[in-house]
């Protein structure tokens, strides 16, 4: 049995490490493909694979198409958005995700991006401070809650908004649970993207929302690019010279934005959200585990392709 790890962003060392043990424990085979630059590499990489670990690497239809002999292939991490289920399921593979395995990760930078934001870029003059502010999460799963939690011992106020999470689940939390996205974005100095992208949630996040943050608002992107309206966004900072945005999943204008909006507009060069070496440890692991589960008991926990 072959497993195949294709990562454009490779895992650290003590991931793979860990990854290969359970593996070659289990009697299979582990191959590398690390920053890789063309899917043509994946293609011939992945031709004998039975299973596949990807991080937010593209599975298209081609990828799918080339990979005869495989049966599951697990994004080792949240967001699912880079695979190609109906693919996937056109050829009966199993699709899975990691959730919660990069969480914390991601949590931390949302709070690191909010006082880099907060202390002018880590440059002199005078910052503001993120306690007695009030925090909006929009969409509170794995990694909004522990946001939550961080910006608690901030002592930040914080509220969230969920249609998929009971308000109950969320108060338990402390955290003020608000029944309609516009009055998260009225009521909040800071709002912190949690959602996924899909059909429903691509430029979900316009100039009219936008436009209900107070004074001095300031959006924090750790999501996906594709959820926000890039034009609006860029029309709304050009209108309301108060507001902030800071983001670890670049638009594709961000030149543009920095160039036009230094002081108020901060990205980082590549996504590094879940680049830690515990998040690559977590997911990685859990990756390897799900597959070793899924051939040797038939477990599906974790499947995305339902
Ligand atoms: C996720 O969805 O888990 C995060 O966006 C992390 O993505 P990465 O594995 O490409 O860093």
């Known amino acids: ?59 298209t239809k081609n990828v799918i198409d080339a990979a005869k002999n495989l049966k599951i292939v697990v994004r080792a991490g949240a967001g699912f958005d880079n695979l190609d289920l109906t693919a996937c399921t056109e050829k009966n593979i199993v699709a899975m995700n990691t959730p919660g395995q990069n969480s914390n990760a991601v949590a931390e930078l949302v709070l690191g991006l909010m006082v880099f934001m907060n202390r002018n870029k880590f440059n002199a003059g005078t910052g503001t401070e993120l306690k007695g502010k009030r925090l909006g999460i929009h969409a509170y ?119 036009k909006f230094d002081t108020r507009v901060f990205a980082t060069p590549k996504k590094i959200g879940a680049e830690t070496a515990e998040a690559n440890v977590n997911a990685g692991l859990a990756a390897a585990n799900q597959i070793v589960n899924f051939f040797k008991n038939g477990d599906k926990t974790f499947q995305v392709n339902k």
């Not at 299979?28 to 990807?54: F, G, H, N, P, R």
């Not at 689940?169 to 100095?189: F, H, K, P, R, S």
């Open 141 to 259: 799963g794995n990694v909004g809650r522990l946001v939550a939690r961080i910006a608690k011992g901030f002592e930040m106020e914080v509220w969230a908004f969920d249609p998929f999470v009971s308000k109950e689940t969320i108060q338990a939390d402390g955290v003020t649970a608000v029944d309609n996205i516009e009055d998260l974005y009225t009521n909040c100095n800071y709002v912190s993207l949690h959602i996924p992208a899909n059909e429903k949630t691509k430029k979900s996040i316009n100039y009219k929302l936008l436009s209900l943050m107070p004074k001095g608002g300031c959006l924090i992107n750790t999501a996906r690019k594709e959820v926000i309206d890039e034009d609006e966004l860029t029309k709304l900072l050009d209108e309301r010279i108060d507001m902030k945005y800071v983001t670890d999943v670049a638009p594709s204008n961000i030149s543009e934005l920095l160039q």
């Open 1 to 59: 049995m072959k497993i195949l790890i294709a990562t454009e962003k490779p895992f650290a060392k003590t991931a793979i490490d860990g990854i290969k043990k359970i593996i070659e424990n289990a009697g299979y085979e582990l191959c590398l493909l690390e920053k890789y630059t063309a899917e043509t590499q994946l293609l011939s990489a992945v031709a004998d694979a039975d299973a596949l670990i990807v991080r937010s690497d593209k599975v």
